[in-house]
């Protein structure tokens, strides 16, 4: 018997490259390839790359150069390294990859790791391997399921992917281009996939895609489903526990996605919802297809229905041609909503889309200064929220053990960390857990007999905003 080759994937970016690192772990399982945590013993090492953050592909070539050199030493060992890129800089820059670094023996774009195995023979014999083209066909019908022992290994949280590209056009985003149009798995495949995690000792599941509530499968019925009737659908699967979902346009929140979080108690009360700036003027520079008004009635509908809900969202800080009040008014649109959490991040130009023309900058230092401020003001809102979870008694999902020795780590509904010292016997259970203390970002405590209400919204007026 052959041993089995070794697979190493590097992977960026967000939850939807996790999810399909996974899979072409998955797909490649077939072919003898185990999974390992280091690269220079690896057989094939995949990126999977991310063109959202900045200077995405001098990132990639810079791993590259770093790959080169674990090629020519594997090479002087007698063993051969394939190198390949996978993700949105592979799809995006394809053909300068293969020109800029003859190190890459493969690349191929998000919707092609079903042909991963193909184009690796293609590699061997013809020396190098390209797909970036959209397929016809769908790749989650053509990639293997994970194995029992996977999902296991894996742990008892696991993304689901129902809806992959996006109708959006923000002009400063990429993922139109490189994840195509908006694209809906059916519903019964997808209801398959959650059964087998379930049955494998998943207890949480998130639903993702680029603009996850544009879904709209084929239902069981024949009709299009939307994200809200899927969900009434998911929380039936037996063993899921906690069914999210993310991420989500403000435009796409329809009344059964509301509905969904007024019946369901087992759907998260905790929404990702990208707002990325405050100010109108921006927004629809951004192409965003929404106003402030809108947003915050959006956060409104959702408020109405379930009063313990909380939101994260994204912000970009220095869009071309953002003054200090339209930073202002997205100061004034944190300090109101109040996040548990958000992402923020300085504007740089992606190529190719209509906002990398826009030639009326902020300067480096305004957006250093800005960026600095927001944090500043979400960082407080974040501590403020885990700060009243002090003295409450919350549900915990435990997950694993934690790096202390005999502690075990979950997630509230609101994916603060938490700790308990407690058997491993706990992982895969949510149970009631006494908050004593804060550190940090996790919480820490001792599991108790029953679970109290303890969301706390933090109020505008207890938020400084910077000055
Ligand atoms: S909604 Fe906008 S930011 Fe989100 S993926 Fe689509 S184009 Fe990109």
Redesign the pocket.
């Known amino acids: 018997m052959k041993p089995p080759r070794k697979l190493h994937i590097k992977s960026y970016g967000c939850q939807m490259n996790v999810y399909d690192a996974q899979r072409m772990v998955d797909a490649l399982a077939g072919e003898g390839f185990v999974e390992t945590a280091h690269a220079d013993v690896a057989d094939l090492v995949i990126l999977n790359t991310c063109h959202i953050r900045e200077k995405a592909s001098e990132k990639v070539y810079s791993e590259l150069g770093r790959l080169r050199a674990a090629k020519q030493e594997a090479a002087r060992n007698g063993r051969e390294m394939k190198i390949a890129v996978a993700g949105c800089v592979a799809q995006a820059e394809g053909e300068e990859i293969i020109r800029r670094a003859p190190v890459v023996d493969v690349v191929v774009g998000p919707q092609s790791y079903h042909h991963l195995p193909q184009l690796l023979q293609r590699a061997t014999h013809e020396g190098r391997a390209i797909e970036t083209e959209f397929p016809a066909e769908d790749k989650f019908v053509y990639l293997p399921q994970p194995k029992p022992d996977a999902i296991r290994a894996r742990g008892i949280s696991a993304f689901v992917t129902v809806q992959e590209g996006?109708?959006?056009?923000?002009t400063?985003?990429?993922?139109?281009y490189t994840?195509g149009t908006e694209v809906s798995r059916p519903v019964a495949r997808i209801v398959d996939d959650v059964k087998r995690l379930a049955d494998n000792g998943v207890r949480e599941i998130t639903v993702i895609g680029?603009?996850v509530n544009a879904y709209h499968g084929e239902g069981v019925d024949g009709r299009s489903w939307t994200l809200g009737r899927l969900l009434h659908r998911l929380a039936e699967v037996p063993g899921i526990v906690r069914p999210r979902y993310s991420?989500s346009?403000p435009s796409d929140v329809d009344e059964t996605l509301i509905a969904a979080h007024r019946d369901l108690p087992v759907l998260m009360p905790f929404v990702h919802l990208?707002v990325?700036s405050g100010s109108d003027r921006i927004l629809a520079a951004?192409?965003?297809k929404h106003t402030v008004h809108d947003y915050r009635n959006v956060i409104d509908r959702f408020r109405a229905v379930r009063q313990d809900i909380a939101f994260s969202s994204?912000f970009i800080v220095g869009f071309p041609g953002e003054t200090e009040e339209d930073f202002s008014a997205t100061l004034a649109l944190v300090a109101q909503i109040g996040y548990a959490a958000a992402y923020s991040f300085k504007y740089s130009p992606r190529p190719g889309t209509p906002a990398a023309e826009i030639r009326e900058t902020v300067s480096a230092t305004d957006m250093d200064e800005r960026l600095a401020r927001l944090q500043e003001l979400i960082d407080s809102q974040q501590t403020a929220i885990n700060r009243a979870a002090i003295g409450s008694t919350i549900d915990v999902l435990f997950e694993r053990a934690a790096r202390n020795a005999g502690q075990i780590v979950g997630r509230t509904a609101y994916l603060q960390p938490a700790h308990v010292m407690a058997p491993p016997d706990i992982i895969g259970q949510v149970l009631p857990v006494r908050i004593d203390s804060l550190e940090r970002y996790s919480l820490l405590g001792e599991l108790a007999p029953s679970a109290s209400a303890h969301f706390s919204r933090p109020e505008s007026s207890q938020i400084t905003i910077g000055a």
């Open positions: 996006c109708d959006k056009f923000c400063f985003c990429v993922v139109p994840r680029q603009n991420t346009h990208p990325q951004m192409n965003r994204d």
